[in-house]
């Protein structure tokens, strides 16, 4: 949510600033679009690699989700076996009556 939030304000401050510069910019027309394109291109960089980097977040995120499941699902094996192995120990110990 904290990362939507930050690109949302990123994107508000490109236009905002975008709006502005062409306001009150002394550059020529050809000048400021040059400007606005390099900025726009910046931004588009700048999402491109958030997105790249979200997307190893996230990788890394269900690699050691899948890894903490396989060691529950090992000590519950393990938890099972020994259950069935003490059941089985009792079966065979006589009882004193």
């Not at 304000?9 to 600033?17: A, K, T, V």
């Not at 989700?65 to 079966?91: C, F, I, M, P, W």
Request: aromatic share 6%.
């Amino acid at each position: 949510m904290e990362d939507d939030n930050k690109l949302s304000y990123f994107c508000l401050g490109l236009g905002l600033g975008v709006a502005v510069g062409v306001l009150f910019a002394p550059k020529s027309g050809a000048e400021t679009r040059e400007l606005i394109m390099s900025k726009a291109n910046e931004g588009s960089d700048y999402v491109k690699r958030r997105g790249v980097e979200l997307k190893e977040t996230a990788a890394d995120t269900v690699e050691r989700s899948k890894e903490t499941l396989r060691r529950h699902k090992d000590n519950l094996a393990s938890a099972v076996e020994a259950g069935k192995q003490a059941y089985r120990e009792s079966l065979n110990t006589p009882t004193a009556d």
